[in-house]
């Protein structure tokens, strides 16, 4: 069974049918036409690929790492269900997994001056 997943964005749902799971939310989304921008690619340096996990979801995921909560709390428009899409990677658990994409969002590397 491959994972299928459901984008959110400005009050549309996006029904995606990955055909492999392994793969991170912010590869499907990428795979798909979604639009995350992943400007680190997965190296957890920016906070483009946040997401907002439907409550439901949130916890059958695994724990973020603090390297992750680090990168969360710079993020725009945070929320208590918010992850990032990188490090999100797909198991058949996950089928039917809702996540809404932020209406903006923030690179921290853009921001290096500002702190
Ligand atoms: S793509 Fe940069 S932290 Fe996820």
């Known amino acids: ?3 299928n997943i459901i984008f959110k964005k400005n009050n549309k749902e996006i ?3 990955e055909k492999s799971d392994k ?3 912010l590869e499907v989304a990428q795979n798909n036409g979604i639009e995350i921008e992943g400007a680190c690619e997965g190296s957890l340096a920016c906070s483009t690929c946040h997401i907002i996990v439907d409550k439901e979801w949130y916890n059958k995921l695994k724990e973020p790492s ?3 909560e680090d990168m969360l709390d710079l993020a725009t428009g945070l929320t ?3 992850r990032l899409g990188c ?3 797909l198991s058949k658990e996950l089928d039917g ?3 809404t994409l932020p209406s903006s969002k ?3 590397r853009l921001n290096k001056n500002k702190y």
Do not use: A, F, G, R
């Open 97 to 99: 997994l809702k996540v």
């Open 15 to 17: 029904l995606v049918k």
């Open 66 to 68: 603090w390297d992750e």
């Open 87 to 89: 490090q999100i990677v």
């Open 23 to 25: 793969l991170t939310i």
């Open 106 to 108: 923030n690179d921290v």
């Open 80 to 82: 208590v269900t918010s």
């Open 1 to 3: 069974m491959v994972p």
